[in-house]
Nanobody, 121 residues
């Protein structure tokens, strides 16, 4: 499985960005795709997940502002980020898991390269 994340950039607080994650390869066994982020000096944290049944989950810090979605026909997963805040600044990664309900970072076997999101105040 190969993942490619893109769509990051620099925006002002209150702005929006949409991140995209393109999947290729043997993706038939993937159950969950998650967006994660890592800010400088911090550990990588889970932001949002979507299962192959379109069940979604979000970190409390992004609920109501971020939306994860997928386009199965294109093997794409998206993260729409609205009302961005400076604390959302981080490198964002998409990860894929064969675990039905991944509960930790180690459950994500496949990772894309990160895409940087910078939010200025």
């Amino acid at each position: 499985v190969q993942l490619q994340a893109y769509g990051g950039g620099s925006v002002q607080a209150g702005g929006s960005l949409r991140l995209s994650c393109a999947a290729s390869g043997s993706i038939g066994g993937i159950n969950t795709v998650g967006w994660h982020r890592q800010a400088p000096g911090n550990q990588r944290e889970l932001v949002a997940t979507i299962s192959n049944r379109d069940s979604t989950d979000y970190a409390d810090s992004v609920k109501g502002r971020f939306t994860i979605s997928r386009n199965n026909a294109k093997d794409m997963v998206y993260l729409q980020m609205n009302d961005l805040k400076p604390e959302d600044t981080a490198v964002y990664y998409c990860g894929a898991s064969e675990v039905v309900i991944p509960t930790r970072q180690s459950h994500y076997e496949f990772w894309g390269q990160g895409t940087l999101v910078t939010v200025s105040s």
